[in-house]
């Protein structure tokens, strides 16, 4: 699915997240105005610290921003309390972590049902790990599976609620390359067959060349933007 310039599904406007560490301020994301839009696959960029990971944070409901506002579609995200965003969290948002997070004493398909019991109008779990060709091994623990194989279950997870949004951290930043490429065809499938805008952040930068539009972070401001015209396959891709 191409990315829908009319379907604005986060914005943001003059978002700015502070620590104070006491003797210092420290400005995480310093005054960011972005627009991020339906059935989009959006790459995120940067150096380590230049914010890319608070934003994330923050447009899935894990985190507050300091200043500014967020806006999920007609939903103002900076004026929920911690049970609205919960609320948000589990109705449109799914996951994906660089660390599986994965429960050790429940199968591949237990993992799935964790979601699918308390989303609105999940996908079945058996469906999940199909889409990301687990189905095979939905009874298998994750200590019997290898990395890619994990975070495919992680991906399944976070997609069997029909989330609007899938916000991936370092998806492939503990995997090998061919492992990887692999992780990123299962995320690049699910944008296009089910429409789920999808941002995912990642040190590798050949992984922007995959993407519709490459946006650049510096010491918590967007540096620059890209559109990719033509954009490569996952198996193209080289890092």
Not at 47 to 61: A, C, E, H, V, W
Request: with cysteine.
């Amino acid at each position: 699915m191409k990315s829908n310039a009319s379907d604005v599904v986060f914005r943001t406007k003059d978002l700015t997240k502070v620590y104070d560490t006491g003797e210092v301020k420290v400005f995480a994301l310093a005054g960011v105005d972005l627009k991020l839009f339906g059935g989009e696959l959006a790459v995120l960029l940067g150096p380590s610290g230049s914010g890319k990971s608070t934003l994330l944070n923050i447009l899935g409901g894990l985190d507050h921003a300091t200043d500014g506002q967020v806006w999920f579609r007609d939903l103002e995200l900076t004026k929920l309390r911690d049970r609205g965003l919960t609320r948000f969290r589990r109705d449109h948002v799914g996951f994906v972590f660089q660390f599986y997070n994965l429960v050790p004493s429940l199968t591949a398909r237990e993992n799935v049902q964790l979601v699918t019991d308390v989303a609105p109008h999940p996908m079945r779990p058996e469906e999940a790990l199909e889409r990301v060709g687990l189905f095979h091994r939905m009874d298998h623990f994750p200590a019997e599976m290898s990395g890619g194989e994990q975070q495919r279950v992680a991906i399944a997870r976070a997609v069997a609620k029909r989330p609007e949004v899938l916000l991936c951290d370092e998806p492939t930043g503990a995997l090998d390359s061919k492992t990887g490429i692999q992780v990123l065809e299962v995320l690049k499938q699910v944008n296009e067959d089910l429409g789920t805008s999808t941002i995912v952040i990642t040190h590798a930068a050949e992984i922007r060349k995959m993407a519709h539009r490459v946006i650049w972070f510096q010491d918590g401001k967007i540096a620059k933007t890209e559109i990719n015209e033509a954009r490569l396959a996952p198996s193209e891709i080289v890092w």
